[in-house]
């Protein structure tokens, strides 16, 4: 939920000012992942330089440190730094409770920490009866402080087995980065569960050499070379595309002498690979939009075009998927498929859930991440199963992998994130090609998972081949689909805003494939608006929610031209004679049906949703305009989940 950034400035070519603005624009880069306050920490050998937080985002403590410009920040050195934005879990959004957190008012170490340390009332405790006094109230402050516990009680402990003794102390899922002026010149960075990447700029070859006398895999080829370390590639591929993963509970020591990755358990000795990535930055900026969710919403033409690109031939009408072609026989052996997700991306899931059991022949189970877990269901090695998830980062989702992996089930990545931990830990990973998604609220990335299940459904029923008259009508039909995004993006809805944007309450409803579209549609009013908002089936309707329904209540109703037509239309005349007045959202052949309508093009009935969705999400991004509230950076929220 928090980000993490970190700079080595081993080659000592830095002023004091430019290790700043790379921290800040490191930030600024991973912003999304929490924005209640930011801070940083910059050393110069056993002096920290530089401490200061701030609460809200980066551009805060941005202007914080531009009025720290001075001749002492002009000069050259060997920094090392750290910089933090932060999603509170524990305690409030406050300048106190910012990162980085230091072990003592003399700053013996600083840490900066994403995640959660379960255990760490237990230490508070243990360490406020040892007359350790605390200054926030974090979990981050008990690794601090356990930092300067351990180095007071045995002074000769090297940087690294004080750290190894702290994280061993330490539950939960974590990453963290800690610097010392104990320790100058050195950083430790360390992750259990939450990802933490690496990036060295001078290229190396990728050759490392195993110390088996010191349990350690020594980057030797790195030497010299200037590190910079993130939860987040998007922080680090400015710089360099050169990348270290850091392992499940894997230390990694940074210094002059290059980077040095220990395990935590000193008889577990995992492999250390230099990664050349083949990213790039591509939408980074907003362009000419005011925000990035509005652009993200524009680009989906583009993002479905680039979903599809080389995987389907038109002319054939044949579907090639090489990321997963390896493991054809699992899915084509699988006696269930089972789609693990949380928020928009179960929506996805459940979106296609339909055509997917139709096409593949098989069961199919969706579920989210965290209601999973706390099933726990069989699962086995006959089960295919897929975690979809933006970021790739998910918490939840992560944990949901290693419990199938231990059963034996196969699991396969959805993600829009190419190196990230669902990818790397599944058996192959499928690249929904998003691009860039920095909007906290997710609508790109909603589209083109529903695209990417769809493209997977049809590839398990050509090589099984069977359906080939419904496959062949879907694949055509997907063909036209940018186009009718487009058309839908033309769609004048600012009449209908003043009106929602007066409600307290708003009800999405419809039914069939389109049952998922309200569900995504009411998470995007509700998370960017903070209209109360609630997605209901229409087959639910006369179970309760119908009590709900008068003239003061917003009411959008989507109504497409497929086989649930007739009980849709009877969910519009139930709403109807109970004073309710209906938006409807309809495909454009059933339009003169309905006085206030939002009518989008017609398409097969598994891909209409690709449509109706797109209003809902301008709906949502205006009533946030409107409403005056930022888009990009809801109340209370992050984009990529990294603790359950």
């Known amino acids: 939920m928090c980000g993490i950034f970190g700079y080595c400035d081993i080659r000592c070519n830095k002023s004091q000012e430019e290790v700043c603005d790379i921290l800040v624009r490191g930030l600024e880069r991973i912003e999304y992942r929490g924005y209640d306050s930011a801070g940083v920490c ?23 440190l531009h009025e ?17 934005t932060r999603w509170a879990t524990h305690g409030e959004s406050t300048v106190r409770n910012a990162h980085p957190v230091r072990s003592d008012p003399n700053g013996t170490f600083y840490v900066v920490h994403n995640g959660i340390i379960s255990n760490y009332k237990k230490h508070k405790e243990f360490l406020t009866s040892q007359g350790y006094n605390f200054e926030t109230d974090t979990d981050t402050e008990v690794a601090a402080k356990l930092c300067l516990y351990h180095y007071e009680k045995n ?15 330490c539950d939960g899922q974590y990453a963290f980065l800690f610097l010392s002026s104990k320790f100058p010149g050195q ?19 990728g050759n490392f050499e195993y110390c088996a006398e010191r349990k350690c895999h020594c980057l030797k080829s790195c030497a010299g070379s200037d590190f910079f370390i993130s939860s987040d590639i998007a922080a680090i591929i400015e710089h360099t595309s050169t990348v270290v993963y850091v392992n499940v509970d894997d230390i990694a020591l940074l210094s ?29 900026d907003k362009g000419d939009f005011s925000h990035y969710m509005i652009k993200e919403i524009y680009e989906q033409c583009d993002s479905l075009s680039n979903t599809t690109r080389n995987r389907i031939d038109f002319d054939s009408e044949a579907i090639r998927l090489d990321s997963i072609e390896w493991h054809k026989d699992a899915l084509l052996n699988a006696k269930r498929f089972v ?6 991306s179960y929506h996805s899931s459940l979106a296609t859930r339909k055509v997917f059991e139709y096409l593949s022949d098989r069961s199919v189970v969706v579920e989210t991440a965290s209601n999973f877990l706390d099933l726990k269901p069989h699962v086995d090695e006959t089960d295919v199963v897929f975690f979809i998830s933006q970021s790739g980062e998910t918490a939840d989702s992560i944990a949901a992998m290693n419990y199938c992996q231990s059963k034996k089930a196969t699991t396969i990545g959805i993600t829009n994130t190419q190196n990230s931990s669902i990818a790397r830990l599944s058996v192959c990973n499928f690249d929904v090609r998003a691009g860039i998604e920095k909007g906290v609220a997710s609508t790109k990335a909603y589209t083109s998972q529903f695209l990417s299940n769809i493209l997977i459904a049809l590839y398990i029923s050509q090589e099984r081949g069977t359906h080939e008259t419904r496959r062949r009508e879907i694949m055509r039909e997907i063909q036209s689909i940018p186009e009718k ?93 109970r004073n309710g007045i209906p938006l409807v959202i309809c495909s454009e052949s059933i339009k003169s049906k309905y006085e206030r309508c939002i009518a989008v093009p017609d398409s097969i009935d598994c891909l209409q949703g690709l449509l109706t969705v797109i209003p809902l999400q301008l709906i949502s991004y205006k009533l946030a305009v409107k409403k005056g509230f930022d888009p990009d950076f809801p109340r209370n929220l992050a984009k990529s989940v990294t603790v359950e």
Not at 339 to 344: E, K, L, M, W, Y
Not at 557 to 569: C, G, P, R, T
């Open 155 to 169: 002074s000769g402990l090297s940087f690294l087995e004080l750290t190894r003794k702290v994280l061993g102390d």
């Open 256 to 284: 002059k002498r290059g980077i040095e990755i220990y395990s935590q358990s000193p008889k577990d000795h995992k492999s250390v690979k230099i990664t050349k990535l083949d990213t790039h930055l591509i939408s980074a």
């Open 485 to 577: 995004v487009r058309r839908c993006l033309e769609i004048d809805l600012d009449c209908y805003i003043d009106d929602l944007c007066n409600r307290n309450s708003i009800l999405v409803i419809g039914r069939g494939y389109q049952m998922s579209t309200c569900y995504e549609g009411s998470l995007k009013i509700k998370e960017i608006s903070y209209i109360h908002s609630e997605g209901i089936m229409a087959g639910e309707l006369k179970h309760g929610p119908l009590a709900l329904v008068s003239s003061e209540i917003g009411i959008i109703l989507i109504v497409a031209n497929d086989e649930f037509y007739d009980k849709s239309q009877n969910a519009f005349e139930q709403i109807r004679a």
């Open 187 to 205: 950083m430790i960075a360390a992750q259990s569960g939450a990802p933490m990447i690496i990036g060295i700029e001078a290229p190396g070859d």
């Open 42 to 64: 910059v050393f110069d050998a056993d002096t920290p330089k530089v401490y200061e937080k701030a609460v809200g985002k980066v551009q805060y403590l941005k202007q914080k």
């Open 68 to 84: 720290l410009n001075t001749e002492e920040g002009k000069r050259l050195g060997q920094y090392m730094s750290i910089a933090h």
């Open 339 to 344: 789609f693990v997700a949380c928020g928009t």
